[in-house]
């Protein structure tokens, strides 16, 4: 028996070679940070969630305002444990809660509303089969609760993740491989965007270095060779490989590169020119182990245009009641402030190059544009766009309410009247389109918008190419939750403004 009961003795493996990776000390790091975040998020949606169905069922139970009447607790809490479980069913199925999707803004708030609109659809044919009222007023009133407390928390737990990365922290570490001028690239793109997931801590470029690497002010180490990737990693720290080139005379290079990877790294991402293509407008199809990616071509009709319309029509209609309002003390001070009209009607042009009277409160001297010609010479704008940051021709409350983006509040008549819309792209003057060349032409492929993604990320501050950029890419890329997103931006913005002169 003790022979039986005695430890086996670990024996060597027959064959070199056939033991698995184990993960290093960095990837170990990696992976319990993100059951962390699945954690968080998780308790964050399930407390969110119980707070809301809840109070919900006590509001409205039909017994809760007797207090000489006991509500008996299964009527109370069954609906909303149904509703509970469902929800939490499908935020999971529809993987809200992955690594990739965390803090990437419309992907994760579109997965939370698709898991919503999963988990109401069940939830709504049951209640057709069932007579259960509690569970009809769950679907009527704890829903759409809900769905807005589900969306401002994983705004805030965004929040908080992009300040931890901007110290550095919760950020993938990450190391570039290609040759230079791709590494190069890869790096200007990362300057400009506003996504800090990726801290890049080495470049292990082919050939010559070159001049050296640097980002967001910080020098990019240059590693001395590609060979030793998994090593460089490890020591590095790195949990990620971003693979800007591959050797095309190498077909098995990537397979053998992710192969040398196990147990270092979580993540190889090969980066592709397909730039300014949106993640919605890509998907991954394996088709008997022949890697496809596919990009959905642009639409600019049909149903998702109709939805984009009746949002401008409902965002307009009640935004018009707060002008409304806000109209009688703007119109006083513009009378007071200088001689002339109330409102400015300038020519703009619109979808498919057809012009229209886009309104705006007046915020220059009447004889303004008799004195353009003389202030050509101090133009500041970008490319054909005349801007002056001190522009004389603006009035004291022209200047304050052009700082506030208060004198575009008249264009929402134009987004209801179907000329514009809330969110698009920049409406220009038709001197300015005569310019355009094919790919700025494509601005005129929507409406032009009161706000837009350049309005959220520096306005006049931009450079003419990268407002050509910025436009081409929304009219490419939209998306109903990117415009309420960028609604949100604009609100902030007004309040702190920036890039508005």
Known sequence: MAAIAAPIAATPPLLAGAQSPKATATLARRRQQDRRSRLRLAATDATLLATTTVVVALVTSPQGASALTPVPLHAVLGAPALVLLAWLVALAAIRSRDAATLGAGATEYR???????????????????VDWPELRLQLLVALPIGTLALLIGRWQWRRWLVARRREGEWASRTILVGDRDEVAYVLERLERTADLNYHVVGAAISGDAGEPLALR???????????????????????????????????AYLTRLSRE???????????????????????????????????????????????????????????????????????IAIKLDSPGPILFRQQRVGRDGRTFGMLKFRTMRVDAEQQLAALQALNEGAGPLFKLKHDPRITRVGAFLRKHSLDELPQFWNALKGDMSVVGPRP?????????????????YLKPGITGLWQISGRSDLSWDESVRLDVRYVENWSVMQDLMIIVKTARIVVRPAGAY
């Open 428 to 444: 220009p003057l038709p001197g300015e389109a005569t310019t355009y060349d094919g790919v700025a032409m494509r601005r005129l």
């Open 261 to 331: 990877l196990e147990g270092t790294c979580a993540e190889l991402v090969l980066f592709s020119r397909l730039t300014d293509v949106a993640g919605p407008r890509i998907s991954f199809r394996p088709v008997d182990g022949l890697p496809l990616i596919q990009v959905r071509i642009p639409t600019f009709d049909g149903g998702e245009h109709a939805l984009k319309r009746a949002l401008d029509v409902v965002v307009a209609s009640f935004a018009l009641l707060a002008v409304g309002v806000l109209a009688v003390p703007i119109a």
């Open 111 to 129: 997965r939370v509303v698709h898991a919503t609109g999963l988990a109401f659809a069940l939830l709504a044919a049951l209640a057709l089969v």
């Open 217 to 251: 002010g910080r020098p990019v180490p240059v590693l001395s060779a590609q060979s030793a990737l998994a090593a460089n990693a490890e020591r590095l720290g790195a949990d990620t490989v971003i693979l800007a080139a591959k050797p095309d005379a190498d077909p």
